[in-house]
């Protein structure tokens, strides 16, 4: 990358999107949960060398028409400077792609297990030989907070909190209880699988829900919060 340059990250979500700005490879400064309506005058205000934008939303040429600088769109068909060798690379979600070119980013050629904590948990492997082969993917802790209200006649809906007990003592406390240590139980035993199959195994944590669970996890795990952000930026780097 050249000296001077500056590059804009966007992770594009439904209504808000999250915003990274780098030089020389290093995150500068950065926006949560802005909208749609002040994402153009905020990047351009900031004049941008290139831009690249990860969403979930295919219909982004709006907002590219209107960026003045040159953008990048990640697809499946973006060269990315690790190998994906995941068998339909066309229905994989841009931000686990992102998450894991972010942890090759940290430390090259190490196993490494991505586990992105949000709406959905998505655990994500990286080989030593720097290939992408999958992982995968389950309810977040708030999906299950919604599918025990929704499925049920009588357990009411919970917001997400944190449990730091194990018996809960009402309805409320024992959703609480079963959601949290469930979860928690859940990532454990999938790192340990990953352990058993995969030597010097490295485990990085991200997503909106990450600080939650990381404290309560009994592994060794890194917690990078900006980790899709930091991926996005490689892969434009990578590209220009």
Do not use: W
Not at 16 to 24: M, S
Not at 189 to 194: K, L, S
């Amino acid at each position: 990358m050249n000296v001077g340059k500056k590059y804009i990250a966007i992770d594009l979500g439904n209504t808000t999107a999250k915003i990274g700005v780098f030089a020389n490879g290093v995150m500068t400064d950065k926006k949560d949960g802005i909208v749609y309506n002040s994402l153009i005058s905020y990047v351009n205000n900031l004049s941008p060398s290139n831009v690249i934008i990860s969403s979930v939303n295919q219909k982004v040429e709006d907002l590219v028409n209107h960026i003045e600088a040159p953008v990048l769109i990640l697809n499946h068909q973006t060269p990315i400077p690790i190998t994906n060798k995941y068998a339909t690379p066309e229905t994989l979600g841009r931000d686990r792609l992102a998450a894991v070119v972010g942890a090759n980013q940290l430390e090259d050629n190490r196993n490494t297990l991505v586990i992105d904590v949000g709406t959905c948990i998505t655990y994500d492997f990286l080989n030593d030989n720097n290939e992408y082969l999958g992982g995968g993917i389950s309810p977040g802790v708030n999906l299950k907070f919604q599918a025990l209200h929704n499925f049920t006649a009588n357990l009411p809906l919970i917001e997400e909190q944190e449990a730091d007990y194990l018996i809960g003592d009402s309805t409320e406390s024992a959703i609480i209880s079963g959601v949290i240590n469930g979860t928690i139980a859940e990532i454990e035993e999938i790192i340990r699988m990953y352990k058993d199959k995969f030597s010097h195994l490295r485990i990085i944590m991200c997503g909106g829900g990450a600080s939650m669970l990381h404290s309560r996890l009994k592994t060794d795990i890194k917690l990078a919060p900006d980790l899709v952000l930091t991926g996005l930026n490689r892969i434009l780097e990578y590209n220009v």
